[in-house]
């Protein structure tokens, strides 16, 4: 057993203690003195020309400072794209300037052209309103499939809607339709996976503080990643040396790819307040939030499995087009390509996968990733059409997926989609997963629901994703323009306690208890004494921040490489304060002793000889203890997964109910199980959301029509079930130093599939001939479906 | 510009709004009370819930002027008096009811205000009562959990680590 507050140690949250009492302190939470207010003016339609905008009225009004439009950022860089993605062809995808403001053109509803800056929000609000543009509408291009055969762009200058039609992996290309021609049975599926937004309950915010003492700024910000967001405003954007810029990200209100973004009212901010003098904010409200956010998903996608006649797979072959609507947000063409297409050959040893899409823009918001980014909508498609592949050739969409597994005396796994998997064993996962949901008891549960009159489905899934991005060597040769490594610093003060400095950024995901458990099972000391810094480029070294369950993966396996060498250094002071050889101090429960004798001295005591070096051995050792390491993985890791779920569905009205959610998840070793458990929690409530009520619905005319919590349906404590969570079989990631996997994403991943699996399980135990319904599968899309079969 | 007056977590407090200025509003930018937060436009997040005089309450969609007189509780008021955490609180940090934190405080005023009037709800009484509130992190099962934890009821065979 783990000592309590060490790893394994299910640690409650010392960061719960300022969140439940009202005194976290979240970005819209800070006011600064003199603080003035940004309101945006933003299209209300989906395509337009900006023939001309007339501020004069809007500056002549009570308490503005200033208005600025797209003609003020028409000098200055672009927000660009993270990833270079060739087409089939071998020609670079298109990428469009995103400006500040748009100027020229509007190119989707929210697309912001012009800013008041006020002394209240009151009189910044009234100001926009008096601001007279004429938007000239042009028809909206809102339908992939339109916008490739259009002869009108959402943007002029590229002449195409087409970002990049992408092949992966071209060269296996010819066998896979080889393959698939030759086949003893071919399963086809198309599917839409529904766009959605991932609706952190923090609305963005930005405020921007000019000191023109020494013209530096500080830009406090709703950010995953703040070293990135000022990498780009710095690099790309505004041209600020990264010197002259500090960013911080506060307590940040959750995140799911949203906020990993650079974002255009950051870069407004920075630039008003040097222009005013004074501190400038802005805060999202909810319909801004729908309006600008990047949203997630929107693919559509045509599937085809084959198999040999006994169930074997022979190849898996997608054709997908994926939204990235009206501008390149900084991961979207990462998302739809090397995060999707490389996990296509799922948990299985098919010898044959080739995927294409289609990167479509469109008069809509940007499309960029959401938990799981990539993966979900892989997972989604393979785990779709294995079970309807198992239900054509009639076999128990169990034993279709174990029959075609990666067994575990295969590892290291060279995938047909070009990945290699360090380890896992998913028959171990199927079988706790069959045990925990006691699966055999399914049809007896099936006839209790039929005696009520509901009819109750069994659905299944296997996931596997890539997580811990990433190695830097391997996504530099798949087109990522940034490393992907993590950073942390170990400084250990001179009465005893540590701050610890990462990369990483917490919000929500409890970084503040978990790593201090690392910290404290190595040097066996009390984790209370060790706090975490995050979130602040001042104080941080150089990392990379939080999104694809990268947080313990990477910046824990630098934090623990910074610890080793604390550990190294105070061996060596250790050795000096007990005249013994360094080779021979042992660190045990926060003491160093001399091995085989009683010569010791205590953790706390090493830290103050470090900054007291009194009768130190200068030309050996260095005053100080404090050490930074920068960690790069030799590869992603690989979680898996096998999920069920069991689902009522009313005949009479459609509504589906989970019943039961069960999530048996390899994370490979788990720090804080607690804190996984909840996690994996959260995706599985994304998930089923995903599957049953989420949607972000356009009109034909660029208009949101889901720009609300009256109109986009979150899910809520009474549409979700309690779930039940296992890690209990994890084999430990091969390659970081941890033998973790990351867990952020996984439920999000693996329970759309299960959901919808379930609810086409229900529907053909009660006779009807239905084989796929559309995420969300609402009441009337289900009572349709059953309508009509 | 209009006087009011009411008392806030058993103190009395005054201030000047206008007649459009919200309850939410006047606690979060005149009183710096910041614990309420601001998730949506049209009350429906819940992440702004306090109790005026002893009802819970979308501070969203009252105008501080009509609050003028009454008593208000916001979460910055909850802990207990020697500042420990009460036991609504203390259950959702044991039982990891909260993540990224921006929910809770509205989760944490309605579930107070649930277990004021039914002291024994059951799962489908809290999860029902939560409609109002949406937390985006967690799923809800810990939310759930912690707050039949708080009313006493045995939560061990709800499944969680």
């Known amino acids: 057993m783990p000592k309590d507050g060490g790893i394994g140690a299910s640690t409650v949250r010392r960061e719960d203690v300022r969140f439940l009492t009202g005194t976290g302190q979240y970005c819209d939470d800070m006011n600064m003195f003199g603080q003035t207010s940004a309101v945006f003016a933003r299209s ?177 910000t709703t950010s995953q990643n703040p070293h990135l967001t000022r990498l780009l405003i710095s690099a790309f954007v505004l041209g600020i040396p990264e010197n002259k810029l500090t960013v911080i990200a506060p307590d940040v209100g959750g995140g799911f790819g949203s906020k990993i973004y650079h974002y255009g009212e950051e870069a407004l901010v920075l630039a008003a307040a040097k222009k005013i003098g004074r501190p400038v904010k802005w805060t999202a409200d909810r319909t801004e939030a729908f309006l600008t956010d990047a949203h997630g998903r929107d693919h559509v996608t ?364 390899d994370f490979g070793n788990v720090i804080n199980p607690m804190i996984v458990t909840g996690q994996v929690h959260g995706g599985l409530g994304q998930g089923i959301g995903q599957a049953l009520l989420e949607n972000t619905t356009y009109d034909e005319n660029g208009q949101l029509l889901s720009a609300s919590y009256m109109d986009y349906v979150m899910p809520r404590a009474d549409d979700l079930p309690f779930y039940t969570v296992d890690h209990s079989q994890g084999n430990a990631c091969t390659h970081n130093p941890l033998g973790v996997k990351g867990c952020g994403e996984a439920g999000a991943i693996g329970s759309p599939p299960t959901v919808v699996n379930a609810v086409i399980d229900a529907l053909q135990s009660g006779g009807k001939s239905v084989t796929h319904i559309d995420m969300p599968m609402t009441p009337h899309r289900v009572w349709s479906a059953m309508q009509n079969a | 510009m209009t006087k009011v007056t009411m008392t806030i977590n058993g103190k009395s407090v005054s201030g000047e709004v206008e007649g459009r200025t919200l309850l939410s509003s006047f606690l979060r930018e005149d009183l710096h009370l910041t614990g309420t937060h601001i998730g949506c436009d049209t009350s429906q997040c819940g992440a702004c819930v306090v109790h005026v005089d002893g009802k819970p309450v979308k501070s969203c969609t009252m105008f501080a002027a009509e609050a003028d007189g009454a008593d208000v509780a916001t979460i910055e008021g909850q802990a207990n008096a020697d500042g420990s955490l009460n036991v609504i609180q203390a259950a959702f940090q044991e039982h990891h009811g909260l993540q990224c934190g921006f929910c809770t405080p509205g989760m944490v005023m309605s579930a107070a205000a649930l277990l004021k009037d039914n002291h024994k709800p059951s799962e489908a009484e809290v999860r029902e009562y939560l409609e109002g509130n949406i937390c985006r992190c967690t799923g809800y099962h810990n939310i759930v959990k912690a707050i039949m934890a708080a009313s006493g009821q045995d939560v061990s065979a709800i499944a969680a680590e």
């Open chain 1, 302 to 665: 045509k599937i085809e499995l084959a198999m040999d006649k006994d169930g074997n797979f022979l190849a898996f072959r997608t054709e997908t087009m994926a939204n990235v609507g009206a501008y390149l947000s900084n991961f979207s063409t990462a998302t739809p390509t090397f995060l999707h297409g490389t996990l296509m050959a799922g948990n299985y040893t098919v010898p044959n996968v080739y995927v294409n899409v289609k990167a479509v823009f469109t008069n809509t918001a940007p499309v960029d990733a959401y938990r799981g980014a990539g993966r979900p909508e892989a997972t989604f498609s393979l785990e779709r059409v294995i079970d309807k592949a198992a239900r054509e050739i009639g076999m128990d969409p169990i034993e279709l997926r174990r029959k075609n597994f990666i067994k575990p005396d295969q590892y290291p796994f060279a995938s047909a989609a070009g990945l290699e998997y360090d380890s896992g064993n998913y028959d171990a996962l199927m079988d706790q997963m069959e045990k925990v949901a006691d699966v055999a008891g399914f049809e007896a549960r099936r006839k209790a629901s039929e005696k009520k009159g509901k009819l109750r489905g069994f659905g299944v899934n296997a996931y596997i994703e890539a997580c811990g991005i990433a190695p830097s060597n391997l996504v530099g040769v798949l087109g990522s323009r940034v490393g992907l490594y993590d950073a942390a610093t170990v400084r250990v003060n001179a009465t005893g306690n540590l701050s610890v400095m990462v990369g990483a950024h917490s919000h929500g995901q409890g970084h503040e208890t978990a790593f201090p458990q690392v910290v404290a099972e190595m040097l066996g000391i009390d984790p209370q004494s060790i706090d975490i810094v995050h979130g602040d480029t001042s104080k941080i070294p150089f990392g990379m921040g939080t999104y694809g369950s990268r947080s313990l993966a990477v910046c824990g396996s630098a934090v623990v490489r910074a610890t080793e060498k604390i550990i190294n250094k105070a061996k060596k002071i250790a050795a000096h304060m007990l005249e013994a050889s360094d080779g021979d101090i042992e660190l045990k429960d926060g003491v160093f002793s001399v091995a085989g004798t009683d010569k010791s001295v205590t953790f706390g005591e090493v830290a103050l000889k470090a900054y007291i070096p009194h009768e130190f051995p200068l030309e050996d050792i260095e005053p100080g203890l404090e050490e930074t390491a920068f960690y790069d993985p030799a590869n992603f890791t690989y979680p898996s997964g096998a999920y069920c779920c069991e689902v009522e569905v009313d005949p009479e009205t459609g509504k589906v109910t989970v019943e039961s959610m069960t999530a048996v998840d």
């Open chain 1, 44 to 220: 209300t339609v989906a395509n337009g020309v900006i023939k001309s905008i007339d501020t004069s009225a809007a500056e002549a009004m009570p308490g503005v400072l200033a208005v600025f439009t797209g003609e003020d950022f028409v000098e200055v860089g672009g927000n660009p794209a993270g990833w270079l993605i060739n087409s089939r062809d071998g020609e670079p995808m298109k990428e469009p300037k995103r400006p500040v403001l748009a100027h020229g053109k509007v190119r989707h509803v929210g697309d912001a052209y012009a800013a008041v800056i006020a002394e209240t929000i009151e009189q910044a609000k009234d100001a926009v309103e008096a601001i007279e543009a004429d938007i000239e509408e042009l028809p909206a291009l809102v339908n992939m499939k339109d916008a490739l055969a259009a002869d009108h762009y959402v943007h002029d200058e590229i002449g195409t809607n087409q970002c990049f039609d992408w092949g992966w992996i071209e060269d296996n290309r010819a066998a896979t339709d080889a393959a698939i021609k030759g086949a003893h049975h071919v399963t086809t599926l198309e599917l839409v996976n529904n766009r959605l937004v991932p609706n952190a309950m923090e609305p963005r915010c930005s405020m921007a503080q000019y000191n023109r003492a020494n013209d530096e700024y500080v830009l406090h």
